[in-house]
């Protein structure tokens, strides 16, 4: 077992023993009550909460590099090879401090200190191997999710680099549709900018960070014990439904979050717009700026999977061929949005002509038939007319 302390900055929060193995964590003392109650780190569920949030700052189990990254570092887990690195994250001010230790927030974070650029190059590059001379106390060791990721510090910022998994890129070309969706039916600051480009031989999408260095995202694992959901069915891994939007309001709510409807309404919008049923803890969160107890909504971040098939495991192929069960599939899935909600943000015509935007973009995609763009074009088609009755229906 390995014993650390929790902070947030330089303020003692928990001390905690966890198994670098299997992750598995549990809190010895409480340091402060004042920081550690709004987490959820004293109630029952303290030691299950505590374990979640720290795996949720590690490699993802599901990262397609993971084993070559772990191998490099002898560790041996994700959340070892995060303790290695102090646990220390681009996303909040929370991290390990080892007992005996007198390192302080000002000597150790990202945003004023940087970190080794060798590692985000040694992976983009899938050279492993030059891991043996990089340092674990990179961001790139807690950063969640399934892909190929690197954080690349320039002159005019941060910004997160995600690698795609097939060689001509093309799961960004529905990322990058997402981001165009955002962009013309989303405010400024309801969403996170995205363009494409190519690292190292392989196209990545390139996004800046979403917060100023003296603001935390909490992500929906966090925000789930601060608003006491924890139990909460609906906010847990699966797809998006409309009770897990309510839920979802019902958290941001619970924190003070101001216009918590009309929020989640644009995410469950910009999900049923680009078929997009995952729900992920990781994927939405609340964002504040420390020494303020005033929390708002993160902005749409992630982009993966927009109107992106398969569905329910079918393959590409079988879809296109056989489109109205395609059809009867996104009715299914993607017919889960509430009047009720506040959909007064809401003008769809904003995306007359997207379909276009969409033929094209898919167009010059040669790993995919003609049918393949023709068939996401008219499901956005029929998608738009959905959503435009329900927030015409709300207005009215």
């Not at 970190?115 to 899938?126: I, Y």
């Not at 925000?223 to 069915?233: F, I, R, T, Y």
């Not at 699966?238 to 709510?253: K, V």
């Not at 420390?290 to 879809?319: C, H, M, Q, T």
């Amino acid at each position: 077992m390995a014993r650390r302390t929790l902070m947030q900055r330089d303020r003692e929060l928990v001390d905690f023993e966890v198994d670098p193995v299997t992750g598995e964590a549990r809190i010895i003392d409480v340091a402060s009550d004042g920081l550690a109650a709004p987490m959820g780190l004293v109630g029952e569920n303290r030691h299950r909460i505590l374990t979640t949030l720290m795996t949720r700052r590690a490699l993802s189990p599901m990262r397609r590099d993971k084993d070559d990254v772990l191998a490099a570092f002898g560790a041996k887990s994700p959340v070892d090879l995060a303790l290695m690195g102090l646990g220390l994250s681009l996303s909040d001010q929370l991290w390990y401090r080892a007992p005996g230790s007198s390192e302080r927030w000002e000597d150790v974070n990202f945003f004023d200190n940087g970190w080794d650029p060798g590692f985000g190059a040694a992976v983009l590059s899938c050279d492993y191997v030059r891991l043996a001379t990089c340092s674990p106390d990179v961001p790139e060791v807690t950063t969640p999710g399934h892909a190929v990721k690197a954080w690349e510090r320039n002159d005019d910022g941060i910004y997160l680099v995600k690698a795609a998994e097939h060689p001509d890129g093309i799961e960004l070309v529905g990322a990058k549709l997402g981001f165009d969706l955002c962009s013309l039916l989303f405010g400024e600051g309801h969403y996170v900018p995205l363009r494409v480009e190519e690292r190292y031989g392989r196209p990545c999408s390139i996004s800046p960070i979403m917060l100023d260095g003296d603001e935390e995202l909490a992500d929906g694992n966090r925000l789930c014990a601060m608003a006491d959901m924890w139990e909460s069915p609906c906010l847990s891994r699966g797809g998006i439904t409309t009770e897990g939007c309510d839920a979802l309001i019902d958290a941001y709510e619970a924190i003070g979050v101001a216009d918590a409807s009309a929020h989640v309404a644009r995410r469950a919008c910009f999900a049923c717009l680009t078929l997009l049923s995952d729900f992920n803890p990781g994927n939405f969160g609340a964002i504040r700026r420390i020494g303020s107890d005033v929390w708002r909504v993160a902005p749409i971040f992630d982009y993966d999977s927009a109107f992106g098939l398969p569905l329910n495991g079918d393959s590409i192929s079988y879809l296109y061929e056989n489109p109205l069960l395609v059809e009867l599939l996104c009715v299914q899935r993607f017919s889960f949005l509430k009047p009720s909600w506040d959909w007064s943000w809401c003008d769809l015509r904003a995306l007359d002509g997207f379909e276009d935007l969409i033929l094209a973009s898919y167009a010059s995609c040669g790993s995919l038939p003609p049918v393949y763009a023709e068939l996401i074009a008219h499901l956005f088609v029929a998608q738009r007319d959905y959503v435009n009755k329900v927030a015409s229906g709300e207005r009215a």
